[in-house]
């Protein structure tokens, strides 16, 4: 019908247009609905079983049914050619005529159909296009997400947060105190962090092994530190004393005692100051420094060395030692105090600090010590080392500890001195044995005065007081201490000794 | 199927265009301020319904009816409907009458219904057995009384009015006869320019004489041509819809169909859009129905074919709001695009 060409190419061209909109429309959906769907497979197959990206790319083949079936139903959906010409019609405002003209002939109206007009799409694809984008964006993310991160963590994950913690503070109390060099302690570091992440509730052990290990590690290294600053301290704290002693009765010592002081002294001076250069050196190589740098914090080295080089040199006075005992007090206590944060990070005993901090040998007057034993066969060092080590015969059970030194004097005789073996009558078990019935009675049995009662045991051969199976004499060296071990002194009992008491030989 | 038998050529409609024209031109100016109540009207007629006006008194109902008798040159008649009106009032009946031989017979004596234009005033006064005696006279457009039907004058036209605010001692209509009213009009009275003109120019209200009126030929022509005018199967598939879409249980019916609709539209309801669409192209000088058309007549044919439920009552929603939903809703085209794809603006033709 000629009359009807030019709205039949409007309504032809407006219902490619409107199939060409559903079309992308619809195939946008469906991406969007694939994207996910394969962005959620992706996620899971990589959770789930560990699946590399390489196979999962093949979900990029899902995309073109997606397009073809998107296109085959927008195709479907697009309006009939009748109700796109009715459209046409209507925006037209042709009043029925350019829906009649594809019915039946129109004759002259032909002529007189409104001028065509094609309306003009609307898609709000905002939308749509963002949800694309979106799951597009899904996607790329499920490819993009580190394994570890998709990894499915167990239903029962072990809770060592605490634990973590703790290590976690103690290795940078450890490196801070210089205890653990960087190397180390972020050697430390990764290994905890390794423990936490696989801590899982499906094998504890594993997790707690590494934890105690690093523990251990941590500990051990705190104990080589607190081990040497043992030393340090105790070192310190003699030649601490001795000075003290020579500030106090350098003047009333003869010259050879005064020798051996001042070279017990210079020894400890160079002792202490010998494990400062160590540990000096020790933080050179930790922060990177060449030999003949200093480094940071070695005031209390420069102190020992002025001290050592004064001893050294015989310039020693009286308020030369006093000021060295007081600079040997505060490394002492620069000693104390880097343990002590050992000790607040859990990583000391409070008691070892205890026993550290209490070292302040107070062995007594030295003078006094030297005059008392001046009649015995000691030279001044063996006695200056006695009294260093807090002077002879200190020990006992309420004496403190014994850690003086055995001065041997004359050997004990053994001559005399028998030791007695007795040996356990056998045990009467066998009358039991051959034991019989008599009968049996209410009352207590009677008793034949021929045949003898069964034997008591083992003890009845055992005397009141007798006690133990051998004896053996105590020497008379000895049996001084033997009484007085088992004195009965009920004050001394009733209260601990004092430090006065543990130190009094 | 040549074109001048598939729908009027040019040269055919435009005389009856051109008498429509003329008779809208008469009663525009024998009725100030109804121009869209006339063109209504003359919907109506050429679609060959009848017609319920509801007005207050006052607003010119006879005043339309008796001009629109003269002008289309009509025999016209006038029933006030009263409580007391009997159906033979209307009918007419069968009188006793002497002959000159002395015999005596019944005569038949018709009623004012034997009429081309009958005005039925204030028809919801009357009782139902009286209501119901233009049953038959409107759909059948005859009478049938003492086993004798007779048919009624061509064309024959009912024009009712009812008071829609004067409710108490009336006989509201039943559905039935409702609905065999193709159209129900709603007359108002003009502005103020307008009654300022009525008053200004017309002696006690006494609208003037028609200058021009049709002949029966002529109006028998405009039939013809009405008769050819053609209605497009996506118009016609577009009433069905709307007529379908009056029910609640319809995939298209809006929201306030569901809502408010006690009962939808008949079919007849979709006979008388297309009848009426067909006229409304007539006055538009067009061979073929439009979309405009139908949406132009569908308010005045399915307001009074639309039952509302009590909900409706109760929140105030009238036939005119649901009509406006469901004129809103069903799409003419039937696309059905989805939501975020529509037919804007025109573009280039």
Not at chain 2, 251 to 262: F, L, M
Request: hydrophobic share 45%; net charge negative; aromatic share 4%.
């Amino acid at each position: 019908m000629p009359e009807a060409r030019g709205p039949d190419r409007s309504v032809a061209r407006l219902r490619r247009r409107l199939a060409a909109v559903l079309a992308v429309r619809c195939a946008l959906q469906w991406t969007a609905a694939w994207c996910f769907a394969w962005g959620v497979a992706v996620l899971g197959l990589r959770a789930l079983l560990g699946v590399s990206a390489g196979p999962l790319l093949w979900g990029l083949a899902g995309l073109a049914p997606c397009a073809a079936g998107a296109c085959v139903l927008a195709w479907r959906r697009t309006p009939s050619r009748a109700a796109v010409r009715a459209l046409v019609d209507r925006e037209s405002r042709g009043g029925g005529l350019v829906m009649a003209g594809a019915e039946v002939p129109l004759g002259a109206w032909a002529t007189r159909v409104p001028a065509v007009t094609v309306p003009r799409l609307v898609w709000r694809k905002r939308p749509l296009v963002l949800l694309a984008c979106g799951a597009a964006t899904f996607v790329v993310l499920g490819f993009a997400v580190p394994q570890r991160m998709v990894e499915i963590q167990s239903a029962h994950p072990l809770q060592v947060t605490d634990e973590v913690a703790d290590l976690q503070a103690q290795i940078e109390v450890l490196e801070e105190e210089q205890v653990l060099a960087e190397e180390e302690a972020d050697s430390l570091r990764r290994a905890l962090k390794q423990a936490a992440d696989e801590a899982t509730g499906e094998d504890p052990a594993k997790t707690w092994e590494a934890l105690d290990h690093l523990d251990e590690a941590v500990r051990a290294a705190a104990a080589e530190a607190a081990e040497d600053a043992a030393v340090q301290t105790e070192t310190l704290a003699k030649a601490e004393s001795l000075a003290r002693a020579l500030g106090r009765d350098a003047g009333r010592l003869d010259d050879e005692a005064l020798d051996v002081a001042t070279q017990k002294l210079a020894d400890l001076l160079q002792e202490a100051a010998a494990r400062n250069a160590e540990n000096a050196l020790d933080a050179q190589a930790e922060e990177g420094l060449q030999p003949g740098e200093t480094a940071a914090g070695t005031a209390a080295d420069e102190a020992l060395r002025k001290h050592l080089d004064a001893c050294n040199a015989g310039r020693l006075t009286r308020g030369a030692c006093r000021a060295m005992a007081a600079d040997l007090a505060r490394c002492r206590g620069d000693v104390l105090a880097r343990l002590m944060r050992l000790k607040e990070a859990g990583l000391l005993d409070a008691a070892l600090l205890g026993r550290l901090a209490e070292g302040n040998l107070e062995p007594g007057d030295l003078l006094a010590l030297l005059e008392g034993l001046a009649g015995e066969d000691l030279t001044p060092e063996v006695l200056i080392e006695q009294w260093l080590l807090g002077g002879p015969g200190r020990g006992g059970i309420d004496r403190g500890p014994g850690d003086a030194p055995l001065l041997q004097g004359e050997p004990a005789s053994e001559e005399g001195v028998e030791f007695k073996e007795e040996a356990l009558p056998p045990p009467k078990v066998a009358d039991l044995k051959e034991s019989r019935l008599l009968g049996v009675s209410l009352g207590a049995p009677p008793v034949e005065e021929g045949e003898a009662p069964a034997g008591g045991g083992v003890l009845d051969s055992a005397q009141s007081g007798g006690g133990s199976a051998q004896t053996h004499r105590v020497l008379p060296k000895h049996r001084s201490a033997v009484q007085r071990y088992f004195r009965r002194d009920t004050d001394a009992a009733s209260r601990p000794p004092t430090s006065t008491e543990r130190r009094s030989p | 199927m040549t074109a001048s038998d598939a729908v009027p050529q040019p040269e055919d409609l435009a005389p009856a265009t051109d008498l429509v024209e003329r008779v809208l031109e008469q009663l525009d100016r024998l009725l100030l301020g109804q121009e869209e109540l006339h063109r209504m009207v003359l919907i109506g007629l050429l679609s060959r319904g009848h017609m319920l006006l509801e007005g207050v008194p006052g607003v010119g109902k006879t005043a339309l009816v008796k001009a629109l008798g003269g002008v289309l040159n009509l025999d016209f008649n006038r029933i006030q409907f009263t409580p007391d009106l009997m159906p033979g009032d209307i009918l007419g009946t069968h009188i006793l009458q002497g002959t000159l031989s002395g015999e005596r017979e019944m005569v038949f004596q018709p009623g004012p219904v034997f009429t081309n234009l009958l005005l039925a005033d204030e028809i919801n006064r009357a009782s139902p057995k009286t209501q119901s005696a233009l049953l038959e006279a409107m759909q059948e457009r005859s009478v049938t009384l003492m086993g004798r039907t007779r048919p009624l004058p061509e064309p024959f036209f009912v024009l009712a009015s009812q008071n829609p605010i004067e409710m108490e001692g009336t006989y509201p209509l039943p559905e039935a006869q409702l609905d065999r009213f193709m159209l129900k009009l709603k007359v108002e009275a003009g502005g103020v320019e307008v009654l300022d003109e009525i008053i200004s120019t017309r002696r006690n209200g006494q609208p003037p004489e028609p200058t021009w009126s049709m002949t029966a030929e002529q109006l028998g022509s405009v039939f013809a041509v009405m008769d050819r005018l053609y209605l497009p199967r996506p118009v016609s598939r577009y009433i069905s819809r709307l007529v379908s879409a009056t029910h609640a249980g319809s995939g298209e019916a809006p929201a306030s169909v569901g809502q408010y609709v006690a009962y939808g539209a008949s079919p007849r309801a979709g006979i008388a859009m297309a009848e009426a669409g067909r006229a409304a192209a007539l006055l538009a000088g067009r061979p073929t129905a439009g979309f405009e058309d139908v949406r132009r007549v569908a308010p005045a044919v399915l307001n009074h074919r639309i039952i509302l439920n009590y909900k409706a009552r109760f929140d105030g929603v009238d036939t005119w709001q649901v009509i406006d939903d469901l004129l809103g809703s069903v799409d003419e085209a039937e696309l059905n695009l989805p939501d975020d794809v529509q037919v804007g603006e025109e573009s280039a033709s």
